[in-house]
């Protein structure tokens, strides 16, 4: 199964908890794992708290871990200047792996599956859901 | 297959090889895949050389990276002043994936799977393993 | 299914995509997730573009994060002055998911599979497939 997302770009995280729990329930799997993959170079897939203010926290520590707004090697092969999303996609990864029980994604109380766009433009962004199990 | 054990919090890394070991045994499952997963958002799971020297290196990094003392925005959210966990469980992720052959983890001789707790106080967590295949 | 390749150590990243896609055709799994593990402590794998000057902006990111030339505990534990190998690998961690169709990975335009070394000399690291679908 596959859904799109469009996405800010710049580190923007959008919450995609509900349309993974959306795919899952129409693989009528019960028991097992949901992988959740976003092909790409520049985008990562990881659990937060999505609160507005952890938010921020959070893409503000990733523009200090690696500012956008410094020179890069990569930004003179392609002049797209998006180094700084390539090397934070590297570092977060674009997939996930979620148990499943009863049909239902396990996740803690205040954990929310989010999409991070890092690069530098808007995004449509395509998601694959892979569920294992019976 | 669950099992829990209790952590001190601010970054307390604990050796869960020997549970998930026998969670896997009990799956009877010879050859294929294991899932660590724990549920949550102020909490990681990764495999380190669980040393006690290195885990002060490692802790000592994750404290640099995310320092605790600083403020955060969250922390105005709910008074819980646990922003650092929160982003250091995005980093970092709540969970494994480790081959199975034989009826065994595959891990290197020097590699323990660690489950490693953020939060800002003692938590008691509870790991959930799903093993795939024959 | 198994394959070794050598390494240089020090961030060394290798490009494995062609060796991950053989593994993969092997299986004659059509549709599944393909995971890829390197059993070890100081070894990563993620995706990345593996341009050359992209390449050399992630390992210098790398050796900012952790540098490999300050003293850390562990490597009074056994003299192997490799900590910082340690501590990468346990924040990169040394295994991938990959959702698999039509016998294929499924990964972005620029996008490939690398293994990076993150150990303090050169090794020959053994990397395994198990792929789990119909």
Redesign the interface.
Known sequence: MRFKISTKGFNDIVDITGEVATALKYSKIKD??C?V?C???TVGL????A?P??I???KE?LEK??PSNRP???D??WGEAN?FS??L???????????VEDGKL???T??QVVLVDFDSRPREREI?I?V??K
Chains 1, 2, 3 share one sequence.
């Open positions: 097992g794992i992988v993959f092909p790409g170079s990881t659990t937060i708290e609160e203010n952890l921020e926290d959070f520590f871990l690696v890069y090697r990569h003179r092969t180094a390539h090397i996609s590297a570092l977060i990864k674009p997939f996930l792996v979620i148990p396990i996740l803690g205040w954990q694959l892979k294992i199990g």
